[in-house]
């Protein structure tokens, strides 16, 4: 067979061939050549070899028969193996144990023959022993190795063994006998020496106890004493010790509390330096920054400021360079307007002043008129006179007409221009002093129907009434 071969570990796999030592596996796998090499198997398997002999003579001439029972394997060492293969390969296993059988017989004939009969059945195994050691030499040379060999039988027929065993058996009744003689005889000597040996021994065990009991007073008296000194000076030494104790502990203490303090100051720095890192890292270093961008920020928020305000202020300029000459050239347009209409007035007198009053009048009306157009709602009660319907109304349209007919008398008074009087001198302007009289100045312009009243309410008031 070729290719990877196993093996068993209670057999060894001999791989030959090729020009080398033959090689050895046993409880694995190889490769094997194909061809070139071949593997033959050798059991390992431990063999039970019976051994007898029958009739041999020992040393002293008497025939004896001894069965023994061996143990034999191939011994698991590469050279012991390929030994073995050379001597027992194709053969079966029956025949390698009728080798190991008879080379065991023939080593335990001859050992038989060295020693007497009292020696082999008193001391088997130093007989086995032997056996065994004569016979390793020839089993190695063969490959092989005696696990174990023991003496199972040993037989003789000429009643050797039998006689031992009754000449023993009477030597042994006749021992006892004498021997038990001898004991009782030897036991009433000694019982009497004994009780002789014990009465001394009583009296002076009774002796020294006495001794004992003085000495030992004695000796305790002493032995007090010298407890009670020790004692005391164990104590002393004992206070003494305690106080210098507890010195070094009251010194073990502070200086552990020195040493805590320290620790606690080390504690507190390095916390100290790890608040001002924290610190540079969380406050000082994003301010650094943050100031940084708002200087940044700031300078450049200036400077697009500076520059729109240089803009502006160049726009403004401008502007206040253009306004200044419009308003020049206005104050210079007005100005001679101005000079002609001085002029003018200087020309034409008071006739140019009423003509400005009369052209400025109805801004007066206007003015006159405006909270009276501000007003909501009016309620009007009248309680006069025969023309009572609609006087309400026409008494405050005539209010209103009596306000504005005073304006040339306000105007008189202010500026000292009669613009009446003046109006009169004028060709061709007639004048009616009926009005006056009804409406002069004297009494206001105001014509005297009778009492009247006249309530103005606001939108809050007629709501209160209406609730």
């Known amino acids: 067979m070729a290719g990877f071969q196993t093996v068993g570990p209670n057999e060894a796999m001999i791989i030959s061939g090729g020009g080398k030592q033959p090689r050895v596996v046993v409880g694995g796998r190889a490769f094997v050549y194909p061809i070139i090499q071949r593997t033959q198997y050798l059991s390992l398997e431990v063999m039970t070899l019976t051994v007898e002999t029958a009739r041999v003579y020992t040393s002293e001439g008497v025939p004896v028969s001894v069965d023994g029972v061996a143990q034999v394997k191939v011994a698991r060492v590469d050279e012991a193996i390929r030994t073995a293969a050379q001597q027992f390969l194709g053969k079966g296993a029956e025949e390698i144990a009728r080798i190991a059988l008879q080379t065991m017989e023939g080593h335990q004939r001859a050992m038989l023959g060295t020693m007497t009969v009292e020696q082999i059945y008193k001391d088997r195994d130093t007989f086995a022993g032997q056996v065994r050691e004569v016979a390793s030499t020839d089993m190695a040379n063969m490959g092989l190795e005696i696990v174990s060999f023991t003496i199972r039988d040993i037989r003789d027929e000429e009643g050797y063994l039998d006689a031992l065993g009754v000449k023993r058996t009477s030597e042994v009744k006749r021992d006892a006998t004498i021997g038990q003689a001898e004991a009782e005889r030897d036991a009433g000597i000694r019982s009497a020496q004994a009780e002789r040996l014990r009465e001394a021994a ?101 400077a697009r400021v500076v520059a729109e305000a240089e803009a502006e202020a160049a726009g403004i300029r401008k502007r206040g360079e253009a306004e200044a000459d419009a308003i020049k050239a206005r104050g210079l347009a007005e100005a001679e307007a101005m000079r002609r209409k001085a002029e003018a007035w200087k020309e034409y007198g008071q006739a140019a002043m009423i003509e400005q009053l009369l052209v400025a009048l109805p801004e007066v009306a206007t003015a006159v008129a405006q909270p009276l157009a501000k007003t909501e709602r009016i309620v009007v009660i009248s309680s006069g006179g025969s023309n009572s319907d609609g006087a309400g109304a026409s008494k405050v349209t005539g209010d209103v007409t009596n306000i504005i007919a005073q304006i040339p008398a306000v105007i008189e008074s202010l500026t000292g221009i009669d613009i009446l009087g003046t109006l009169k001198e004028l060709p061709g302007v007639k004048t009616s002093d009926q009005g006056s009289a009804e409406a002069g100045p004297g009494n206001g312009g105001r014509r005297q129907r009778g009492p009247r009243t006249v309530e103005v309410k606001s939108d809050e008031q007629e709501a209160g009434e209406d609730e």
Do not use: C, M, N
Not at 250 to 278: G, P, S
């Open 202 to 302: 009583r009296f002076e065990a009774d002796t020294g106890i006495a001794e004992s009991e003085r000495d030992f007073g004695i000796e305790k008296a002493a032995y007090d004493k010298e407890v009670k000194a020790r004692q005391a000076e164990a104590e002393l030494a004992y206070a003494l010790q305690a106080t210098k104790t507890k010195q070094q502990i009251r010194q073990e203490e502070v200086q552990i509390d020195v040493v805590d303090r320290q620790k606690q100051i080390e504690v507190q720095q390095q916390e100290i330096e790890r608040k001002e890192l924290e610190l540079e890292a969380t406050v000082r270093k994003p301010a650094e920054a943050e100031r940084y961008r708002a200087t940044t920020v700031a300078e450049g928020e200036k």
